[in-house]
């Protein structure tokens, strides 16, 4: 981790890089550097960093959560008899479930950018709004047409959050303490599976009230929270660690502030910078992430929104399914956060990434294998790959959060990062076809093979970015001199390192 802070004028550590690794936590020696900031000790840094994850991590898990369990509780409603009731083909409900990642896609890279203009609370408030009222809407659609242009317009709303959260919790953490934050707010997406497999098995119990089918009463009902906290946002989510609010106080905000540009190292740009803009396009590294991403979505998605369909293709009904559908989300949770935590106490990223991946593909493989061996062993091969596809995804956003230097390149190869990464959300929606139930062999082999890509791309990367960070190590002093000369240098900056 590259660290360029001044020489202080009387003995003092201010961050050290030892206790980051170790704890996260600052030095307890308190001292003043040149520009007149005291470093706080161990205890009063310990107090804010709770009092950051209380009042961030979750409140945006549970937006995430409405975001999740509105994106992929068609699965859901179809088990619940929505192809049936508005006559549609296999082949339209699946593309109903891949248009959806096509308006996400567009939208991401102006979502983020209008997140860093306007505020992360009043632009989160607009899509949160923006989406519960199409979802309400999706109970009115009575034909194909109708459900792919709401899917569509879901999309667009929805396309403002993951990305837009993501880059947010990276002004707030530093490199070594995201990957544990990201995993419990994505290990929400792990609570709307189970979540939403009971709650739409409760749901199903409404068929006929008030003269609505129970896919209706699914959308309509699991809009409710979405509209509420977009209210609530508003007032609830703080902005950026540099504004003014009640949040925190002068001094809070000096220490947040100074341990953030400290662990930024050399790439500390704040301001808004073309140059920035256009480098996030070019950089090589931007499309190796999104590459990775692809390969660990397409599964996760496919496997979210059919979890109901291949569980009541191993022999359980349509009620069984929805209640069935929950443990395996409510493993994968534990395993996620267990191994966020892990990867960001050793600092990790690439192997946290392909270990759960192959985890994973060792699930498909004995889904494939085991169908004729009756339920209960492919549904402890469902938990297992369940576990696997989920546990990895931390370690995948962490990583290129923590590797992409100033706010505006961050900001939007992230969002190009997600937004091209979403297109195996779209592949994800046409792997499992009904012609293959009730064992969908052909899907677990598609995804199979896409985890392997993960497994193999993840590794080679790990070893390029040590590359890049072993000859910066070894960089003469002229080289390092010619290395530091232009503006907006963000993460090539020599004296930046790459998290592997």
Known sequence: MATNSPPSAVPEKVFDEKAEQLSGDIESTRGSSDDGFVAPTQEEWRKLLWKLDLRIIPYVGVLYLCSFLDRVNIGNAKVAGLTEDISITDSEYNWALSIFFIGYIIFEVPSNLMLKFIGPSKWISIVMMAWGVTMCAMAAVHNGAGLLASRFFLGITEAGLFPGVIFYLTLWYTRKEQATRLAFFFGCSTLAGAFGGVLAYGIMQMEGIRGLHGWQWIFIIEAIPTLFFACTTYFVLPDFPESKNRFLNDREREILV??????????????????????????????????IYICCVAPLYSLSMFMPTIIKGMGFTSLEAQAMSAPPYAFACVATILTAMHADRRGERGLHLAIPGLLGLVGYILLITLNQKGMVAMYVAACITTIGVF?????????????????????????????????????????????????????????????AGAIVLSCVFKFLLHRINKKRDNLTEEEYKKACEGTDLCDNHPDFRYMT
């Open 258 to 291: 100074h341990r953030l540009k400290v662990d930024a190292g050399p790439s500390t740009e704040t301001h808004f910078s073309m140059k920035q803009f256009y480098a996030a396009f070019l950089d090589w590294k931007v499309y190796m992430h999104a590459a």
């Open 391 to 451: 546990a990895q995804i931390p370690a995948m956003l962490s990583w290129f959060s923590n590797n992409i230097g100033g706010h505006t390149k961050r900001g939007t190869a992230t969002a190009i990062i997600v937004s091209l990464g979403n297109i195996g959300g779209a592949v994800g929606g046409q792997i499992y076809r009904t012609q293959d139930g009730p064992f969908y062999a052909r899907g677990h082999e598609i995804c199979a093979g896409l985890l």
